[in-house]
């Protein structure tokens, strides 16, 4: 795993916005894969900028987001597809159609996760995956537990990540219990990984995951196995 160490939270979003930006003009029609949460919130405001001054065009992008709440309406304001549109989609020039965000609302989670993650292969696969790592060492909703599952499918959400979260809810019984999540599996298929992990409530999972052991206890151990993994993180993530 190659390890970008930044000065602050600015830097580390400038990095991983060049990182999209650069794979954009290489491949205008790459395949994003995004995530929500409050790390990649600075970096999604480089991009809004970059396509603004017309340095980088999301015309022919296609894009899949890991994860979402469940059961969650796509207008909730805490919805990641609302999330999605109100950081990203509505203020660059990308086509809402080729957006993806697992559907918060599936009757049939076995069905649409085999769709989804169907989808990604038609699609020729995530070019680049950005993610963010839970403080108990998630990967998009992907939770430390006795196994993992490879494909998109529907997860309890442990009592750390609602905690957690709960900070963007009025109050905690407000956070959905569960969530539709890409599977570790759907994340190990990109072709590059990008994770971005900062402030010291992240160093206890970024040390695991940096540790020499892969567990289900600490899913981010997985990305060791990943052969593209770039982790821009600061000091504090890394060192506490
Ligand atoms: C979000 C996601 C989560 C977050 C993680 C960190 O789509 O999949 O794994 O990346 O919970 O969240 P923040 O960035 O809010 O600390």
Redesign the pocket.
Known sequence: MKIIVCENYEEISQEAAKLVADLMTAKPDCVLG????????GMYKKLVEMNKKGEISFEKVTSY???EYYPIEPTHDQS?RYFMNQNLFDHVNIDKSKTFVPNGLTKDPAKEGAAYDAAIDAAGGIDLQI?????NG?????EPDDALIAGTHITSLTEN?IE??SRFFASKADVPTQAF?MGMGSIMKAKKIVL?AN?T??HAAVAQMLDDKITTSCPATFLKLHKDVILICDKAALNG
């Open positions: 995004l995530a929500t949460g409050s790390t990649p919130v987001n890991l994860d990641y993610l963010g790592i839970g403080q998630h990967i998009g909703f992907n990540t957690a979260n999540t971005l402030g409530n992240k």
